[in-house]
């Protein structure tokens, strides 16, 4: 069972508000993935960290989002103005390191609804 | 990056019975392949996985099988039962980016 904690499960906004969710890592990963998956399934992969450096991000995430995981203290994904288009399932993965075969629990998830 | 195929999107199976989906997959660096089952309105679930040193791997009813020559990776739930109806994913580990996935499968177990 996933030991990954999401918050909140469920988020609604209007358009052009921010939306920030947040996930506690499991105990002892230093590395922490975000996904999307869209309501056609679709997982998009939006940015990961480890420790508390990014690691890879997708250009949307660079420009829309605001992401971060301080020691410490929740990794947090942040939209600045939400759009339709956002309304998705945000899925927050934690492991003990990238690269070599690691497995990803995912956490519960946050249902974002942007009306 | 790395492109998950996955087939077929849809699954209708008779209770008991057996129901396979496959995967494939392109970079050939790729070594970790699991599974992960998601039920309506809930998180994807992992079920099972198998590493690229392995071609077989088996857990009470899941069987999944691997073949790194034709990058190829499949799952087959065998005597299905009403419980297994679900969306399914496969995917694949890329390096940079964690794991790539399938499509998905929504598998449909009837009487």
């Known amino acids: 069972n996933s030991k990954v904690i999401q918050t909140p499960r469920y988020l609604v906004k209007g358009q052009g508000q921010k939306a920030k969710m947040r996930c506690i890592p499991e105990?002892?990963?230093?590395?922490v993935f975000w996904y999307q998956q869209n309501k056609n399934n679709e997982f998009k992969f939006l940015i990961n960290f480890q420790n508390q450096e990014v690691l890879q991000q997708i250009d949307m995430t660079e420009k829309r989002f605001s992401a971060e995981c301080p020691s410490n203290s929740p990794c947090s994904l942040e939209i600045q103005s939400s759009e339709a288009g956002d309304s998705a399932l945000y899925l927050c993965?934690?492991?003990?390191?990238?690269?070599?075969?690691?497995?990803?629990?995912f956490g519960s998830g946050t249902r974002l609804t942007v009306l | 990056g790395e492109q998950v195929e996955q087939l077929p999107s849809i699954l209708r199976v008779q209770e008991g019975s057996s129901a396979s989906i496959n995967c494939s997959y392109e970079d050939s660096a790729s070594n970790y392949f699991p599974w992960y089952k998601q039920e309506p309105g809930e998180n994807p679930k992992l079920i099972i996985d198998i590493r690229s040193n392995m071609e077989r791997k088996q857990i009470q009813e899941l069987i999944v099988l691997l073949d790194k020559k034709a990058k190829r990776f499949s799952l087959h739930i065998t005597d299905t039962q009403p419980g297994d109806s679900a969306m399914y994913f496969c995917?694949?580990?890329?390096?940079?980016?964690?794991?790539?996935f399938g499509l998905g499968t929504r598998v449909s177990v009837f009487p």
């Open positions: 105990k002892g990963h230093p590395v």
């Open positions: 993965a934690s492991s003990l390191e990238t690269g070599s075969a690691e497995t990803l629990y």
């Open positions: 995917a694949a580990s890329n390096y940079a980016q964690g794991l790539t």
